[in-house]
């Protein structure tokens, strides 16, 4: 469901490559294993399952996903988990834990944004970083031309 809802397609996640083949599809599966684990448990530990986040949205916010895009795979989680118990849900004997179980997933969205957030505030940093590298560049190699063109006038007279 998650490499199907993926914006490029399914084309990213080719299964059974290896992690420099596939990174996305590899680290995708390798995290979201991990937040589900989290997930199952009565108290999910948040610096694991911040550090699974980061590992997910992270990539998708240097390819310039947006937040929805980027932290939307929580919501096709909780839906796969729904369609698998939906018999259980359906005779009532889940309906507590279904309940629990999506407040867990709506605090990880809630912090999967955070992470995204993060996410987006240093690549724009560095962007900055880069156009100020650039610019500062840009006006020593000017201050060299200027430089050489007032030796060759000097040069002349």
Same mark, same amino acid.
């Given at each position: 469901?998650?490499?199907?809802?993926?914006?490029?397609?399914?084309?990213?996640?080719?299964?059974?490559?290896?992690?420099?083949?596939?990174?996305?599809?590899?680290?995708?599966?390798?995290?979201?294993?991990?937040?589900?684990?989290?997930?199952?448990?009565?108290?999910?530990?948040?610096?694991?399952?911040?550090?699974?986040?980061?590992?997910? @949205?992270?990539?998708?916010? $240097?390819? /310039?996903? !947006?937040?929805?895009?980027?932290?939307? #795979?929580?919501? *096709?989680?909780?839906?796969?988990?729904?369609?698998?118990?939906?018999?259980?849900?359906?005779?009532?004997?889940?309906?507590?834990?279904?309940?629990?179980?999506?407040?867990?997933?709506?605090?990880?969205?809630?912090?999967?944004?955070?992470?995204?957030?993060?996410?987006?505030?240093? @690549?724009?940093?560095?962007? $900055?970083? /880069?156009? !100020?590298?650039?610019?500062?560049?840009? #006006?020593?190699? *000017?201050?060299?031309?200027?430089?050489?063109?007032?030796?060759?006038?000097?040069?002349?007279?």
């Amino acid at each position: 469901m998650i490499a199907a809802a993926h914006p490029a397609g399914t084309a990213p996640f080719a299964k059974g490559r290896d992690e420099f083949h596939d990174p996305e599809g590899r680290t995708l599966s390798r995290e979201t294993a991990a937040l589900y684990d989290e997930l199952l448990q009565d108290r999910m530990d948040s610096g694991r399952v911040c550090a699974s986040l980061d590992g997910i @949205v992270r990539m998708r916010a $240097v390819q /310039e996903f !947006s937040p929805g895009q980027a932290t939307g #795979f929580l919501f *096709l989680l909780k839906e796969a988990i729904a369609e698998e118990l939906a018999g259980e849900m359906e005779q009532g004997r889940l309906f507590r834990q279904w309940l629990e179980f999506e407040a867990r997933v709506d605090r990880v969205v809630s912090l999967a944004f955070d992470v995204y957030s993060q996410c987006r505030e240093q @690549v724009c940093q560095l962007r $900055v970083k /880069e156009i !100020s590298t650039d610019r500062d560049l840009a #006006f020593r190699l *000017l201050e060299l031309v200027e430089g050489a063109g007032r030796k060759r006038v000097e040069a002349a007279e």
